[in-house]
C-alpha cells in the first residue's frame, strides 16, 4: 500500500457514485476502484449476515485492487457492517458515510435534528446511537423514505410535481416539518438535496454525505500520508467501475449519478 494505489468505494448499486463524484472532484489525483453489487441490491432489504458477507467479498476484491482505502459508500451498510470491516481489517483506513456525517451535525448549532433513509439503515438506530453520544441534548426524529430511491433511479424525480409530493408526504407534518437540520441518510438522496432545501425554504440545513465523506477522507489521507502524488486524473477511463450484474440500462442509471457516461465490467463476487 503506498500513496499511488487507488481508493476502493463500494454501494449496492450507482448510489454510491455521488460519493465518488465527490471524491474525484475534491481529489483530482486520486484513481478510484468503484464496485457496485448490482446482484445483490438493494442491501436494505437483506439480512445483516448478507450484508456483511458481501460487504466482506467487495473488500476483499478492492484490496486484491491495491485499493490503500476503503470506503463504504452505502449507508445501510455502513450501518451493519462497517464496524466488523474495522475490526477484520486494523491496518487499511476504512471510512463509512455515517459518522462524518454526525460529527459534521454536532459541530453545528441544531436542535431538532431528522434523519432520512433505507428501512434497515432507520430500523439500526445508528444514526439516533451515534448522535445521542455525541449530543445527548439533541432532539432527533428518524423516517425510513422507502419510496425516494426507485423514483430517483427511474428518473422520475426530475418530474417536479411528483417529488414535491413525496416530499410532503415524509417531510410536512410535525416533527419533520420543524426540524432545523435534515440528514440524507441514503447516497441516493444528494441528486434531490436542493428540491428538499427548496421545500424548507433554505432555512433548515440539509446534510449530504458525498461531500462530507470526501473531506473526511483527504484529512485522513493527509494525515496517513496516504495522498497521491500522480499529476491529476483528466478522464473517467483512469477510473476503474465492476458490478456484480449488469443490465441495459445500468450504465444510464450510473451517468445520473456520477455525472458522466462510465464503463462498467462484470464482476461476480466470489470469483
Known sequence: MNANCPIGVFDSGTGGLTVAKAISRLLPNEQIVYFADSDHLPFGDKSHAAIKNYSFNITEFLLQKNCKAIVVACN??????????????PNV?????????????????????????????????????????ARPDLEINSL??????????????????????????????????????????????????????????????????????????????AALDLLSKNASIADTKDHQFFASDLT???????????GKMVEFNLKKLGE
Open 76 to 89: 445501510t451498510a455502513s450501518a451493519v457492517a462497517f464496524e466488523a470491516l474495522k475490526k477484520q481489517y
Open 93 to 133: 483506513p476504512i471510512i463509512d458515510v455515517i459518522d462524518p456525517v454526525v460529527q459534521a451535525v454536532t459541530v453545528n448549532e441544531i436542535d431538532k435534528i431528522g434523519v432520512i433513509g433505507t428501512k434497515v439503515t432507520i430500523d439500526s438506530k445508528v444514526y439516533e446511537n451515534k448522535l445521542k453520544a
Open 144 to 221: 425510513a423514505t422507502r419510496s425516494l430511491v426507485p423514483i430517483i433511479e427511474e428518473g422520475l424525480h426530475k418530474k417536479k410535481h411528483l417529488l414535491f409530493a413525496l416530499i410532503d408526504n415524509y417531510l410536512g407534518d410535525p416533527p419533520f416539518s420543524e426540524v432545523d437540520g435534515l440528514i440524507l441518510g441514503c447516497t441516493h438522496y444528494p441528486l434531490i438535496k436542493e428540491e428538499i432545501e427548496h421545500y424548507y425554504n433554505n432555512k433548515t440545513k440539509v446534510f449530504d454525505a458525498p461531500s462530507i465523506v470526501a473531506e473526511h477522507l483527504k484529512t485522513k489521507l
Open 248 to 258: 441495459s440500462t445500468f450504465e444510464e442509471t450510473a451517468k445520473l449519478f456520477f
